[in-house]
């Protein structure tokens, strides 16, 4: 019993020993594999635009093959890079991608060109009337202009050597009978011829003092008519002269006013103030305008010319009827 128990403590104790004991070394195990790296978190965007590159290697070892991280995928696009103004920037000089059309440019104002000759062809019906009726009566002043300038011009040169030649004559006779033969047109030989066709028609032979003085009242009275009669052809166009001058610059204004009339009726018609549409009402307006003065001042001015001219040469033929009395008063005396 005590062998037995002896040997059972001896097997634990070796058992024991054994247990404790230093294992022996075994063959190296094989190096465990790195861990991937783990992606890094992205930077948040910046007002500046990301210049695309190469993503910045994370720490660490990647296995071979594996994209870098942050960098898109094979087969998929880039992300698009944000501008400051909230849009994606492309990139300059990346294939397939189309520049944005330019904005569009507005087409200029047409250039609008007024002359006189389209200003009255643009203008209204009552427009027209006005400004055609305006240069009608202008051209007719001038014209008459130089017709009494030219008349004017002979006549009392004329008038000048037909005095003479009455002074020179011997008698009321003689001096009608030149002026008949060589100044007919002029109006103081007509004035004379009336004269000597009343002695004509009333003296015969000795007259008594009564019988003189109603003959040189008779011719007298001839003389008048006559002298009526020349200064109303040396007034010729007179009237026209007057009333172009004086209702001229009023017809204009009609045009004015209707021309501006119509220009507010296009600016209410079309709701624009644009200049297109104003100015031809405005420059129609201000062209009668300028026609009636056209037309007006010179009608005045050439109406006191001739009104001094025809003036003075009826002081002329008033003191050759007063000659012609004396002269035959002289002569009946004389008989």
Same mark, same amino acid.
């Given at each position: #019993? ?15 020993? *054994?247990?404790?004991?230093?294992? &022996? %070394? ?6 465990? &594999? ?53 849009? %994606? ?17 507005? &087409?200029?104002? %047409?250039?609008?060109? *007024?002359?006189?000759?389209? #200003?009255?062809?643009?203008?209204? /019906?009552?427009?027209?009337? /006005? ?19 030219? +008349? ?12 003479? &030649? ?14 008949? !033969? ?24 000795? #007259? ?13 009275? !001839? ?20 009333? =172009? ?8 204004? $009609? ?41 007006? /001042?010179?009608?005045?001015? $050439? +109406?006191?010319?001739?009104?001094? !001219?025809?003036?003075? +040469? ?11 009395? =004396? !002269? ?8």
């Amino acid at each position: #019993m005590m062998i037995a128990r002896v040997s059972a403590a001896a097997a634990l104790a070796f058992g024991i020993m *054994i247990s404790s004991a230093p294992a &022996a %070394p075994a063959a190296p195990p094989a190096k465990p &594999a790195a861990a991937p790296a783990k992606p890094a978190t992205p930077a948040p965007a910046t007002t500046k635009p990301a210049t695309p590159g190469p993503a910045a290697p994370a720490t660490g070892t990647a296995p071979a093959g594996a994209p870098a991280a942050g960098a898109p995928a094979a087969g998929e696009p880039p992300p698009p890079v944000i501008g400051p103004d909230g849009l %994606p920037v492309t990139p300059a000089g990346t294939p397939g991608t189309t520049p944005p059309p330019p904005p569009p440019v507005a &087409a200029p104002e %047409p250039e609008i060109t *007024i002359t006189p000759v389209t #200003m009255i062809m643009n203008a209204t /019906v009552v427009v027209q009337v /006005v400004i055609t009726w305006l240069l009608g009566a202008s051209v007719l002043t001038w014209a008459l202009l130089f017709s009494k300038l030219t +008349y004017f011009s002979g006549l009392n040169s004329k008038t000048d050597r037909f005095v003479q &030649a009455f002074r020179g004559a011997s008698s009321i006779e003689d001096a009608a009978k030149v002026g008949q !033969r060589s100044y007919r047109d002029n109006p103081l030989a007509i004035i004379l011829q009336a004269a000597a066709d009343e002695i004509k028609l009333s003296a015969s032979g000795k #007259m008594s003092g009564d019988q003189r003085q109603h003959l040189l009242s008779r011719i007298a009275q !001839r003389m008048n008519i006559a002298q009526a009669e020349q200064q109303e052809e040396l007034g010729t166009g007179m009237g026209i002269f007057a009333t =172009v001058g004086s209702i001229s610059a009023f017809v204009g204004l $009609f045009g004015t006013v209707w021309g501006i009339m119509n220009s507010f009726i296009g600016i209410a018609q079309k709701q624009t103030t644009n200049l297109a549409v104003v100015a031809p009402g405005i420059a129609e307006a201000l062209f009668a305008t300028g026609t009636g003065l056209f037309a007006a /001042v010179p009608a005045v001015v $050439f +109406y006191n010319i001739f009104a001094r !001219r025809i003036g003075a +040469y009826s002081t002329r033929m008033d003191n050759f009827s007063n000659e012609v009395l =004396v !002269r035959l008063s002289r002569q009946l005396d004389g008989a």
